[in-house]
């Protein structure tokens, strides 16, 4: 099973052979493709060879490119992730609205007590406040209690100044785990032969990863964890792979524990299993608790 997450920080030529992608800089490194889970272009200044890029593909390797500012920018996704792709995507355009909403409703409601446990766990009383916005989520959130709830939440971490639209190192740490967060769920969306854009509550029409960004709502606490433990005065290089490693972070999910990467693997394929047999108890969620 793939685990390694490969980051290339410096002027490098990528190129595929045999089976290795082999990474040329003052040395050479060959790394076997059935190692990787996701590779990070974090410079610029990189080559990287068009058979290197459909091997990846064909290995559902996850790649993320960077900018210029070495922040996740765009990412490599094949067209198709399964042999039966056209017939998931069928049945994903025919998931109904009722269905659509249970499932965000669990997702939410999920989110905000994951948000209530990582209070909890920091020693701050607002955890009983998000508590009882798990209790009042309506079906679909039409009261928006995952609105109130962040703002309760990020005031409780970060201060009552706090602003998720502020230019700060925190943002910025925040940003980058929800962005490798994000591409991992992508990953196992396509993977499973579904699409990203048709989301389930998000439905922005510039929005490619509208299902991506409704699927990933509870693994956002894991990130918000590692940010605080981090405490970020600067966000630069050694503060990326300090988060980076969340990906190999332990949780326990469908009665074993796994590394933070294959829980996300089993969680979307339960959602999936719950939209397409309308039975919500098919969600697996993870548990912090080892």
């Avoid at 929800?178 to 922005?204: K, M, P, W």
Wanted: charged fraction near 25%.
């Amino acid at each position: 099973m793939s685990w390694r997450t490969v980051v290339i920080t410096k002027s490098s030529k990528l190129d595929y052979q045999m089976g290795f992608m082999v990474v040329r800089q003052d040395k050479t490194v060959k790394i076997h493709l059935g190692e990787i889970s996701n590779v990070i272009i974090e410079t610029t200044a990189v080559s990287i060879t068009a058979a290197l890029l459909c091997e990846l593909v064909k290995k559902k390797i996850k790649v993320i490119f960077c900018d210029e500012k070495r922040n996740p920018s765009s990412e490599l996704i094949p067209y198709y992730g399964s042999h039966d792709t056209s017939s998931k995507i069928r049945t994903q355009i025919k998931w109904s609205e009722d269905i659509k909403s249970a499932v965000w409703t669990e997702i939410v409601s999920e989110k905000i007590r994951k948000q209530a446990e990582h209070l909890k766990h920091r020693g701050k009383y607002e955890s009983n406040v998000l508590l009882e916005y798990v209790s009042e989520v309506e079906f679909g959130d039409i009261s928006n209690r995952e609105g109130h709830a962040a703002k309760v939440y990020f005031n409780a971490l970060f201060g009552k100044d706090f602003s998720r639209s502020a230019d700060s190192s925190i943002n910025a740490a925040l940003n980058y785990g929800y962005g490798i967060i994000l591409s991992a769920f992508n990953r196992e969306i396509v993977a499973n032969g579904y699409i990203t854009q048709l989301g389930l509550f998000h439905d922005n029409m510039f929005n490619q990863f509208n299902l991506g960004s409704d699927l990933m709502e509870p693994f956002r606490p894991l990130v918000d964890s590692v940010v605080v433990d981090l405490d970020p005065k600067k966000f630069e290089h050694d503060e990326k792979m300090y988060i980076l490693d969340l990906l190999q972070y332990e949780v326990r999910i469908s009665d074993r524990i796994e590394i933070v990467n294959n829980a996300i693997r089993i969680y979307c394929r339960s959602v999936f299993d719950a939209l397409n047999d309308g039975d919500l108890s098919l969600i697996k969620f993870y548990n912090n608790e080892l």
